[in-house]
């Protein structure tokens, strides 16, 4: 079993389109992290939640909209895209901090 | 200046020597410290965590912490061409902040 799922792994869209990543650990962690990481391999936390509520709300354009329904679930919206948005997205989970379990990516096109 | 700096490489070391890989950060209230290796298209993996100044081996790996100079380093013995992948430097305080990354191949 994956212990941290992302999907979907690849998005191909059009510039001003709305888009969803869906993001679900098994592994029982209280933390839930989306990463962002550019065309540089630059890593960059965007959000974090705890138990559901959120902790770290990095500065993101208000375009990016998390949702956690529950613990083991963690999801991104995001609207309007744009052509900067193109990225992989990496959602993480953890129960020590610094102490990560990525999912295997999702690889993020805006045309 | 970057929170947390390494050099991008790449650095290319050949296969059976020490990889030493550096990075260092400028918040002195950070706590603890960790190294990620990321493979090529792969998703971040922890490898290696140190808290305390000195240093922590497990098996081929050791890391090394000097919080005066605000510097941690990875150690590689005995490298293998399956140790060629980016290593990512991590720094926790309230949150935890990744170096850009330094490219490690090894070569056979």
Known sequence: DTAVSQTPKYLVTQMGNDKS????????????????????????????????????????????SPKSPDKAHLNLHINSLELGDSAVYFCAS???AGELFFGEGS????? | QKEVEQ??????????????????????????????????GKSPELIMFIYSNGD?????????????????????RDSQPSDSATY??????????????TRLTIIP
Not at chain 1, 107 to 111: A, E, G, I, K, Q
Not at chain 2, 56 to 76: C, P
Request: with cysteine; net charge positive.
């Open chain 1, 21 to 64: 990543i869906k993001c679900e650990q098994n592994l029982g962690h209280d933390t839930m992290y989306w990463y962002k990481q550019d065309s540089k391999k630059f890593l960059k936390i965007m959000f974090s939640y705890n138990n559901k509520e959120l902790i770290i709300n990095e500065t993101v354009p208000n375009r990016f």
């Open chain 1, 94 to 96: 953890s129960q020590s």
């Open chain 1, 107 to 111: 690889r993020l096109t805006v045309l």
């Open chain 2, 7 to 40: 050099n991008s490489g790449p650095l290319s070391v050949p296969e059976g020597a020490i990889a030493s890989l550096n990075c260092t950060y400028s918040d002195r209230g950070s706590q603890s410290f960790f190294w990620y290796r990321q493979y090529s």
């Open chain 2, 56 to 76: 922590k081996e497990d098996g081929r790996f050791t890391a090394q912490l000097n919080k005066a100079s605000q510097y941690v380093s990875l150690l590689i």
């Open chain 2, 88 to 101: 990512l430097c991590a720094v926790n305080n309230e949150k935890l902040t990744f170096g850009t990354g």
